[in-house]
């Protein structure tokens, strides 16, 4: 190897990452792949159809094609790759809600000021915005983010959910009760596959307002009863607690101390179980998982809170509430996440 300067060509692609970050989301702010669709399309066309600048939007969909979104069949006209067409709403292992997620201006907006999280303890989007805000308030001041975050979770739990209802014995039970589970996706595939289960699902006013119509398209609307509650509070009585991504919320073991000890005592039977999915990391880095789970955690830093935990620190949290934890790995899942059991000790 040449030694000199940007001789580490992996770090100066990260050092850049913001370029790839951007053009993307111009392209989707723009609806280029809903303009190209299934056809091959020239950029003196697609210009007219998007209303916008055609030498320069030329330069922006080469700049595509050299990441592989699209590929140029000819001079001057572009198709959709396979990568871009996943970027298209609907299609088949679409990441359309999540691109729209990571490319809004509060997801990444309060990254310049990590350091000043970093020093303080504090979330960066307190120092990005200069009021404090929490980043909740976005979410109520925008509807239209709020509706792509509450699909996106939808979609995630729905790829995650099969896992855990074929690889877990549901059948001792009787009442399952899904803490925090927004829309329902997950106590929606569970009672789909078991006709014996009831359930209850809890979650804030503002969290369950696709609810009625994600248990009805699972047929399960007759067996499950929405309810809005703190888990901080009280919680259903059951059999069986499902708990997908809501932990994880929670950097302060305190907070996650009260829905455990609240889960464990509103059990009906010693024989209960609570199933937590999250996110858990290795002691160590070690390279078993990836690199993403780890900057999703410093995510957390920036904007809502949170923090993800290993399992001897999960394992110490459920054993404070009265619990015993068995890990499931959950190889297929995406993002490191796994399925811890958790039993009355």
Request: net charge negative; glycine share 10%.
């Amino acid at each position: 190897m040449v030694e000199g300067p940007w001789q580490d060509a992996e770090l100066i692609r990260m050092l850049n990452g913001h370029t790839s970050t951007f053009l993307l989301g111009a392209a989707l702010k723009l609806r280029l792949p809903e303009a190209i669709g299934d056809s091959t399309v020239t950029a003196d066309e697609l210009a007219r159809t998007t209303s916008t600048h055609g030498p320069t939007l030329t330069r922006v969909l080469r700049a595509l094609a050299a990441l592989e979104v699209l590929t140029e069949e000819r001079p001057g006209a572009f198709r959709l790759a396979p990568r871009g067409r996943l970027l298209l709403p609907g299609a088949p292992g679409s990441v359309h809600e999540l691109a729209g997620y990571l490319l809004d201006e509060w997801t990444w907006g309060s990254w310049p000021a990590l350091d000043q999280a970093v020093r303080t303890g504090r979330k960066a989007s307190e120092f990005a915005s200069g009021t404090g805000n929490t980043g909740e308030a976005y979410w109520y001041e925008n509807p239209e983010f709020r509706e792509t975050v509450d699909r996106l979770m939808i979609e995630h739990t729905r790829s995650i959910a099969p896992l855990i209802v074929d690889g877990y014995d549901f059948g001792p039970f009787s009442t399952v009760v899904d803490i925090g589970g927004g829309s329902g996706p997950f106590i929606a595939a569970v009672l789909a596959a078991h006709p014996h289960l009831r359930g209850i699902l809890l979650d804030r006013e503002d969290g369950v307002g696709h609810a009625p119509r994600v248990l009805a398209e699972a047929g399960v609307a007759d067996r499950c009863e929405i309810r809005t509650g703190d888990f901080f509070e009280s919680l259903p009585r059951g059999d069986l607690y499902l708990c997908k991504s809501v932990v994880f919320n929670w950097p302060e073991d305190e907070r996650v101390a009260a829905i455990l000890a609240n889960c464990r005592k509103s059990m009906t039977t010693d024989q209960g179980r609570l199933l937590l999915v999250e996110q858990m990391l290795p002691a160590a880095v070690d390279g078993t998982m990836p690199p993403n789970v780890y900057l999703d955690d410093v995510a957390s830093v920036v904007n809502l809170g949170g923090r993800f935990r290993t399992e001897p620190e999960y394992r110490a949290l459920l054993t404070s509430a009265g619990f015993t934890m068995t890990v499931h790995p959950l190889p297929a899942a995406p993002d490191g996440f796994s399925l811890l059991e958790a039993a009355p000790a």
